[in-house]
């Protein structure tokens, strides 16, 4: 059972009456509200709570830039100091967490995207009195790593919805480009197509840090198999390196797509991919690092500790694209 905290001290009190106070001077009758009561009267605030939000993603990667802007936008909102860090080796991040845990953060938000690595630094945080909650990665591993709260979208049900799709589009063999080997999140959605999709499914593995390398094997793949129909990329990116690919190769081969972003936006809206699967990455980062502020200030949490919070997976296609083509455009979707 989960026992609520006692609620943050609030450094922002004194400035807050201090404004109250010089309000009530310019207005005749007004009463100067106390510091408590002008916390309240302003709706509260993180009062200098500090949340690190650790994820696996590498730098300059447009995914990770939707999380970190989501997270921003919470830890504006509820007035948290945010240090967003992040690294695609699983030893490197589970640093970034003791890290954390060293600098006494007040709450930590991972991705368990190679759990082991993470159990391990979790652990060090929960003995140190630190909530952490997950997000994006790891919807089979969160609670067993003793995480408080998890933000995601199940893979599982993800692919196993690609699947299906792709049957209704009357695919018959499907490759599934996996970007970052071993990252549970990228195998389950593979898996989930596999065994729903009534073609053949194959995996291909790929150096997602490298595009140019990422075109050149997809493209060599296709060369080598004219049976292949469909290509399922793991990421908004690696579908634009699918669609040179394709064009280079001369292959017959429709383009589809876990993960949204404003480029993305555009090759659904011009026909060069077919459908992106959306799990909302802003709205991931920003209920992480709002559910670690809530349950400092008000003992909630999400799902009753018990049950992830969803947060996919939604279809993209042509005809739906313009609903969320302006929140691309500005970098929250």
């Known amino acids: ?181 071993g990252n549970v999140a990228l195998e389950a959605r593979c898996a989930g197509v596999r065994k729903a999709f009534r073609g053949d499914t194959d995996n291909l593995y790929v150096d997602g840090t490298d595009p140019d390398a990422v075109t050149a094997t997809i493209a060599s793949r296709l060369r080598q198999d004219s049976s292949i129909d469909e290509v399922v990329t793991n990421g908004a990116q690696f579908a634009m390196s699918a669609v040179k690919a394709v064009r280079q190769s001369g292959s017959r081969a429709k383009v589809a797509t876990f993960d949204l972003n404003k480029d993305l936006v555009e090759a659904v809206r011009d026909g060069d991919v077919q459908f992106a699967v959306d799990q909302q990455p802003y709205l991931q980062g920003y209920l992480a690092v709002d559910a670690l502020w809530l349950y400092r200030t008000n003992g909630n949490v999400s799902g009753g500790g018990t049950a992830p919070v969803l947060t996919g997976p939604a279809f993209v296609t042509r005809s739906n694209v313009s609903a969320v083509a302006r929140f691309a455009a500005a970098g929250t979707r």
């Open 1 to 181: 059972m989960n026992t609520p905290p006692p609620p943050h001290t609030s450094v922002r009190r004194a400035r807050v009456a201090a404004l109250a106070s010089a309000l009530c001077l310019l207005v005749s009758g007004c009463s100067v509200l106390g510091a408590d009561d002008a916390a309240d009267a302003a709706g509260g605030s993180g009062g200098g709570m500090k949340v690190t939000l650790v994820t696996h993603g590498g730098k300059g990667d447009a995914f990770w830039d939707l999380v970190r802007r989501g997270a921003e936008a919470a830890a504006a909102k509820d007035g948290v100091d945010l240090t967003y860090v992040g690294d695609a080796d699983p030893a490197a991040q589970a640093d970034l967490v003791r890290d954390a845990v060293r600098d006494k953060a007040d709450g930590i938000a991972v991705t368990l995207a190679k759990p082991a690595a993470m159990r391990g630094p979790v652990a060090q945080a929960r003995a140190a009195g630190i909530p952490v909650v997950g997000l994006n990665s790891g919807i089979d591993a969160w609670r067993p790593t003793g995480l408080l709260e998890y933000f995601g979208q199940d893979e599982s049900v993800a692919g196993r919805a690609v699947g299906d799709k792709l049957d209704g589009l009357k695919a018959e063999h499907t490759l599934c480009v996996v970007h970052e080997r």
